[in-house]
């Protein structure tokens, strides 16, 4: 029986690495970073300080709590070490020889430059998938927003940008949502809207879906040049959004061939 929803990702992780070939050996990566992430998320929960995580606006406005994050860190390079692909291997490495001041450098860097994430070297990219459970743990303590604020492409929470939209059933149709890169809060925001620029023209707003994963599209803007996947629960109620949107590579190629940009990368870089 699946419980949580750490273990909601890996279950879907494995379904869609035996579906389709082309992302088998991205899923299967991905099952190992979430039970890692998931081992992050637990730990958090039992060593990690609740009070402090209520009461800031922004969950980035509070420092991340170091001395948490650093009795882990290293165990967590050494894991990535024991699977991972060769340039994570090596960035894993060179962080472990790197020592403590390396780290506090790496991850304090990671938070405070969440909202304009850029996977510019493995390392960043470590950085990043250790502090998503510690983001997403901070949110949980806040419990999940009804309403979003700001501009389009921000989390109400932690100010970062959106990973993927997600459509619920509502109704005859679907409610649109966003969930965040970093702490996956989800927020509605608007069903014909642009997440990047705002742009509302549908003519403007184009969509490219493939039978492959006919639950799951591009939502691409000819204003921006940007691009979102959004995952269609309305058609297919197994979805996991966040693992979904890292499967569907032949997407990603698509709005690549016609000069989209995303408007987040994913954990992997993607």
């Known amino acids: ?33 979430a039970g890692l992430q998931k081992s992050l998320y637990s730990y958090f929960e039992t060593a ?71 996977p510019d070297g493995a390392e960043a990219v470590l950085a990043w998938i250790f502090l998503q459970p510690y983001g997403e743990w901070l949110a949980d303590g806040r419990g999940r927003v009804t309403s979003g604020g700001g501009t389009p492409a921000i989390c109400p929470l932690c100010s970062s940008k959106p990973m993927v939209g997600v459509l619920r059933p509502e109704g005859d149709g679907g409610k649109r949502s966003l969930i965040c890169s970093l702490c996956s809060t989800e927020w509605p925001f608007g069903r014909l809207l642009c997440p990047a620029c705002g742009e509302e023209n549908v003519e403007k707003l184009a969509v490219y879906t493939t039978s492959q994963f006919p639950h799951v599209r591009v939502e691409a803007c000819d204003t921006c040049r940007r691009y979102i996947k959004t995952v269609d629960l309305t058609k297919n109620g197994h979805a996991v959004p966040l693992v979904d949107e890292l499967a569907t590579i032949p997407l990603n190629l698509w709005a690549k061939e016609h000069e989209y940009t995303k408007l987040q990368s994913n954990l992997l870089g993607l």
């Open 48 to 118: 990690g300080d609740h009070s402090a995580r209520k009461h800031a606006a922004n969950l980035r406005e509070v420092s991340p709590n170091l001395a948490l994050l650093l009795m882990k860190f290293p165990e967590f390079l050494s894991q990535v070490e024991t699977f991972a692909t060769q340039p994570f291997v090596e960035a894993a490495r060179n962080l472990k020889i790197g020592g403590e001041g390396r780290w506090r450098e790496a991850l304090g860097s990671a938070w405070q430059n969440a909202a304009d994430f850029v």
């Open 1 to 33: 029986m699946i419980r949580n929803k750490w273990d909601q990702r890996i279950q879907r992780a494995h379904d869609l690495a035996a579906a389709h070939d082309f992302s088998a050996e991205v899923m299967r990566f991905y099952k190992r970073i």
